[in-house]
């Protein structure tokens, strides 16, 4: 369990850099966010797994990739896609706040596993997160009194960020499922797949939406944003998403869903953290009563699910 907990942290201290993407390209649509970051990830992990690839391919079944090319869709292109439309709608903040629900809706999605404590233990360390994440948009959508973007806007971005909530909270559970089901492929295995997957669909995607002449798929940028655009998804998809996805797999495998659930806190607390650091300012006394809150739920949550069955079953 706490090789576990460590790499749950790993994987949100990887993805907490998901959310300043989409602020730092507004100009780029959506759809080319997501299919520029996931076919540089395809790109990293084809080049990573190449030597890997013979044994890669006689381990592969139909129904592993089949498994592949639904969690690539639900928890990395379609995700993507509506969280970067979200963020350039209503902003980070209130983006964040429909995104921070996750640990509720894993842990309810995970609620009936064989390996879960009964819901009632994790009451209060699901209170204590849910009360964190309120207070970590609490500042930002009181001062957002004056929002620029019209209302239809901001409305059709809340209703992308709750699409984004339900996408990644069935990717989480499908995979986590997947993974526990099969034992012939590794965390970093799964992880390369995965990508390579993702990858392939992300340049279909890409292609057919530019021969259909979408807006979305075609936009007139100088060369230093074009260089901007590959440098940040390089990042995205080395840090984000092949390493992100890496410790998430080896968090998951190694803890019930209802605790690997709580882990998605952490890529709240770090992208708090790299906001921190890229304002050149320290957390307000909210702020930092939502880390405390956050870092108190998880404790807790690990805590409740270290108890013995026995205890687990008579409370």
């Known amino acids: 369990m706490k090789q576990g907990v460590l790499y749950g942290s790993l994987a949100g201290a990887s993805w907490g850099l998901v959310f300043l993407s989409p602020a730092l390209l507004p100009d780029v649509s959506p759809l080319l966010l997501s299919c520029g970051r996931f076919l540089m990830y395809g790109v990293i992990a084809l080049l990573i797994g190449l030597p890997l690839a013979r044994g890669l391919l006689r381990k592969l079944t139909l129904a592993d990739l089949l498994a592949l090319t639904r969690l690539s869709l639900t928890g990395n292109l379609v995700y993507f896609i509506l969280l970067a439309a979200a963020v350039q709608r209503v902003g980070i903040a209130p983006t964040s706040l429909v995104i921070g629900v996750l640990p509720l809706t894993i842990t309810l999605l995970g609620r009936n596993e064989a390996d879960a404590p009964p819901l009632r233990r994790l009451f209060w360390p699901l209170l204590a997160v849910l009360a964190g994440i309120a207070c970590i948009n609490l500042e930002a959508l009181l001062l957002d009194a004056a929002p620029q973007q019209p209302l239809g806007e901001r409305v059709l971005g809340m209703l992308c960020a709750l699409l984004a909530l339900a996408s990644w909270s069935w990717f989480a559970t499908d995979n986590a499922r997947c993974l526990k089901r099969q034992t012939h492929f590794n965390s970093n295995e ?11 669909l992300a340049g279909a995607l890409w292609l057919a939406a530019d021969l259909l002449g979408l807006a979305a798929a075609r936009v007139e940028l100088p060369a230093e944003r074009w260089q901007a655009f590959w440098l940040v998804n390089l990042a995205l998809a080395v840090v984000a998403s092949w390493l992100g996805y890496t410790f998430w797999n080896a968090s998951t495998r190694r803890l019930p869903l209802t605790l690997s659930g709580q882990m998605v806190v952490f890529e709240t607390l770090f992208a708090l953290v790299y906001g921190f650091v890229y304002l ?10 939502a880390i405390a809150l956050l870092l108190g739920g998880v404790c807790a949550a690990v805590a409740r699910h270290s108890l013995p069955a026995a205890a687990t079953s008579a409370s």
């Open 280 to 289: 050149q300012r320290l957390p307000t006394p909210l702020e930092g009563i």
């Open 190 to 200: 799964w992880s390369l797949l995965t990508g390579v997957v993702t990858g392939l």
